[in-house]
Every structure is written in structure tokens, then in C-alpha cells.
């Protein structure tokens, strides 16, 4: 049996682990909040651009725009979100599933530096990657959704995929796969921004006079990159409450691991103790019979 | 009639009140929007907006993307929206002299990312310009 010092000891770290597990998880549960909030106050911004692609929708030749031609898909472009720092249970691990089960060729951009070890050590061809800090700014994820779009353009990769953890509530989280260029009409586009928005309605498209400036198509194009832009942002900020819940979850456990663990350690410490009192009675009473 | 202007970023909704009438930086110059302006769809530029409500004058800046007029509702959909007052002068130009020292160093950087800072450029300097006049 180990002497009631060492198991002191062991208490004594355990104690510590789980007051910090349980700070962490205070810390994320906090985060976790506001990364949902922070994908509220992105509703307006989608509503409005769906009620501007509506109304474009019936007076421009669409497959014309870049965004919307088919090609043939010979390389894919895969966006993958994960997270810069760990401790959040299996959040980058199920991710990392979903991409080793890609075969076809594709060139990937990392959001987190997690992703961008896990490609660079699994020898797969990352274009570019970015961190992922917690105040993700729209301005810092539109340089990546800009840089994906521009190798699209180009013709480095042929299509634009995302891959990210979905967030369906506080305990699970879904990796999941998105393509996102080339789109497949607006229509499309327009119903998932209604989706994000969280309309009641499905916005229609708009008949009704409306004049452009300068042109319907101009403006169609300068609109599309910002939604193809706000998407990124979007799935960015759900990856962001996915990492805090996965966090929350993860520490969670640890800290009820770590309460146990000071149980058994706490019972194992006080038969030690009885046992060293109860050899010790012993011992003098033994010494007193024999005088 | 008032209007109703709405200014919306992708991280909030700026702003949300009734009008009396607007001025947008369009990219092909000002439009004013007066109650019982025809649906307009439109590209805009990073420049001032001048909101007057009840013969007061408040300045806006925003930067590029777009401004939809609907009825009796103005709303903008913008990438930042900064009110007048809130703008730090001291931060703007500390912001702009990066961005201008990059500039110059960016010869060899990509032609996006070169894009990218010229529009912020663009952007601090439309605020400072707004600021200053102010004074």
C-alpha cells in the first residue's frame, strides 16, 4: 500500500487538475456564448443579401458569372476549419476522418493551425493557411474566402468546398462538407442565406421595377463574392461555437474524472491512515505486554 | 412618409432608424433618396453617408457594397459602417501609416492582397477626411 504521503500527494495534483478543468470550462462555456451570438448578429447580413439576389435573380443571364459555369472538376479546393488550440475532445480528430476519406485530387487552404499541421504532416498539397483566432473578424476570414476564390478563378483548384464542424447542439458536433463554388444557380444561394437568416418566408424573387446602377450584371458580380465571402465567415463563426462547446464538453468530463479520482484517493488516504493509527496501537501495546 | 434607413455589416446591424432623407456614395456619384424614390439596387463606394433627421445632419462612413431602396425602406449592406463620432482619429492614422508603409513593401505580394490594402487605404482616408471636416 502506498504510504500516506505519496497518496497526499497524488490529492494534492488532482486537486489542481481539476481546478483548472473546471476554469476552462467556465472559459469556454463563456466563449461559447458569445460565438453564438456573434452568428445572430449575422442574420440581418444574410437576410438583406438574399432580398438583393432576389431581385436580381429574373434579369441576368446567370450562367454566365465565373461563379456560376460548370467545369470539369479535375482538382477540388477544400477550405477546412478546424481550431488553433486543442483540448476539445475529438472536434479536429473527426474532422481529420472526413478529409483522410477524400481520394480524388484536391489542394486545401487551413483555417487553425491544428488543420494545417495535420495536412502538412499527412503530406497533402496546403495552399495557404490562416489562423483562427477567437475574435475571427470578418476582415481576416474574407482574405481567406478571397484567396480560395482567386485559385478558383485561376484554375488551380476547380471547385470550392468547405469542410467544418457543424454545430447541432452543445454535445454534438457534425463534421460535415459544403461545396460552395461553382454555385448551382442563385436560387440556390438564395434559399440557404433564408435558411442562415432564419426567414419565416422564402424570399421571392423581385419583378417589380427596380432600377440598377450601373448595371444588373455588374452588380451581380460584385455581390456574389461577398456572398461566397459571408458564407466563409458564417461556417467560420459555427466552427468557433462548435470548438467552445467541444471544449466545454471535454473539460466537463475531465473535471468529473478528476472528482472521482479525489474519491477514491480520498478513501484510499484514510484506510492508509487508519491503518498506520491501528499498527501503531498496536506496537504499544505489544511493547507494554512485553515489559 | 420618413424613411427607414437600415445599415447592416456582416458582424451586426449598424444602424436602424426613421429619416427624413439620405445621401449614398454610389459608385457613379451621390444619390440623395427622398420618401417615394423609385426601387433602386446599387453599387456604393467607400465615402460618407449623410443621414438628416429632423434638420440634423449625422455622418456615416461606410465602405464598398451595396444599397437597396424598397418602398420606404433604405438599406445598406456594407463590409464596416462607422458613425462620425465614434471614429478614433489617432487610431485611423496609425491604421492608414501601416497600411500605406505595406503598400510600399507590398511590390511583391499578390495582386489581391495589394487590392485589399488599397481599399483600406481608401477607407481611413475617407475617415479622416469626414472627421476633420467635422471640426
Known sequence: MASTRD?????????????????????AASKMKKAQQAALAGRPYA??????????????????????????VRTRGIILITTDKG????????????????????????????GAQFLARTKRDLLADFPANDRAAFADIRVVAEFM???YLDGVVDTVELIWPRFR??????????????????????????????????????????????TAAVVLEALLP??????VYEHVLEAKASEHS???????????NATKLLGDLTLEYNKARQAGITQEILEIAAAQFAA | MPLTLEIVTPEAKVYSDTIDTVVIPTVEGEVGILPGHIPLLTQIQEGELRVTKGGQTQWLVVS????????????????????????????????????????????????????????????????????????
Open chain 1, 7 to 27: 497518496i497526499r500527494r497524488r490529492i494534492k495534483s488532482v486537486k489542481n487538475t481539476r481546478q483548472i478543468t473546471k476554469a476552462m470550462e467556465l472559459v
Open chain 1, 47 to 72: 437576410e438583406l443579401m438574399a432580398k438583393m439576389l432576389a431581385s436580381l435573380a429574373n434579369r441576368v443571364e446567370e450562367a454566365q458569372h465565373p461563379f456560376l459555369a460548370r467545369r470539369e
Open chain 1, 87 to 114: 483540448l476539445c475532445g475529438p472536434l479536429n480528430a473527426n474532422l481529420f476522418k472526413l478529409v483522410s476519406d477524400i481520394r480524388t485530387p484536391a489542394k486545401y487552404a487551413a483555417i487553425g493551425r491544428k
Open chain 1, 149 to 151: 476564390v482567386k485559385q
Open chain 1, 169 to 214: 447542439n452543445t454535445l454534438v458536433q457534425v463534421p460535415s462538407a459544403l461545396p460552395l463554388l461553382p454555385l448551382q444557380s442563385l436560387r440556390h444561394a438564395i434559399d440557404d442565406l433564408d435558411s442562415h437568416s432564419g426567414a419565416a418566408a422564402m424570399t421571392q424573387a423581385d419583378d417589380r421595377e427596380i432600377l440598377f446602377e450601373p
Open chain 1, 226 to 231: 461577398l456572398y461566397i465571402n459571408r458564407e
Open chain 1, 246 to 256: 467541444a471544449r466545454m464538453v471535454a473539460m466537463k468530463t475531465a473535471k468529473d
Open chain 2, 64 to 135: 464598398g457594397g451595396f444599397a437597396q431602396v424598397e418602398g420606404d425602406k433604405v438599406r445598406v449592406l456594407a463590409e464596416h459602417a462607422i458613425d462620425e463620432e465614434k471614429i478614433d482619429e489617432k487610431a485611423v492614422e496609425d491604421a492608414l501609416k501601416r497600411a500605406e508603409q505595406l503598400l510600399q513593401d507590398a511590390s511583391t505580394t499578390d495582386p489581391a492582397q495589394f487590392e485589399h490594402l488599397q481599399e483600406l487605404v481608401r477607407f481611413a482616408g475617407v475617415q479622416l477626411d469626414v472627421k476633420r471636416r467635422r471640426r
